[in-house]
Nanobody, 124 residues
Framework: QVQLVESGGGSVRTGGSLRLSCAASGYTEGAYYWGWFRQAPGKEREGVVIIDYDGVITYADSVKGRFTFSQDNVKNILYLQMNNLNSGDTAMYYC??????????????????WGKGTLVNISS
């Protein structure tokens, strides 16, 4: 079991920045895929960034060049640095842990553990 707690959300203006954190506890020694996901009002949850067993990081096209994933393996904290934010980034952001996506599936399909989310609101 892995427990995940997100923090760092808030309200910023277009063009602003935020850094989200996700504290992981429980059995974090296992091999996992780790990721950040988001769900905007009225939309399905989507993947933002994922890191695989080998440490390869993959970003969604919509955030490439603006968002940066990092992790502190000693403190078991995941980070998501978000720069140049726009209204399309408004969403509840979740961190997750699990395994690789199943054949033909999405990143979401491979995740087993989820935090409760932190809200990001971008205003103009």
């Amino acid at each position: 079991q892995v427990q995940l707690v997100e923090s760092g959300g808030g309200s910023v203006r277009t063009g602003g920045s935020l850094r989200l954190s996700c504290a992981a506890s429980g059995y974090t020694e296992g091999a996992y895929y780790w990721g950040w996901f988001r769900q905007a009002p009225g939309k399905e949850r989507e993947g933002v960034v994922i890191i695989d067993y080998d440490g390869v990081i993959t970003y969604a096209d919509s955030v490439k060049g603006r968002f940066t994933f990092s992790q502190d393996n000693v403190k078991n904290i995941l980070y998501l640095q978000m720069n140049n934010l726009n209204s399309g980034d408004t969403a509840m952001y979740y961190c997750a842990a699990g395994g690789p996506p199943p054949e033909g599936g999405s990143w979401l399909d491979g995740m087993d553990y989820w935090g409760k989310g932190t809200l990001v609101n971008i205003s103009s």
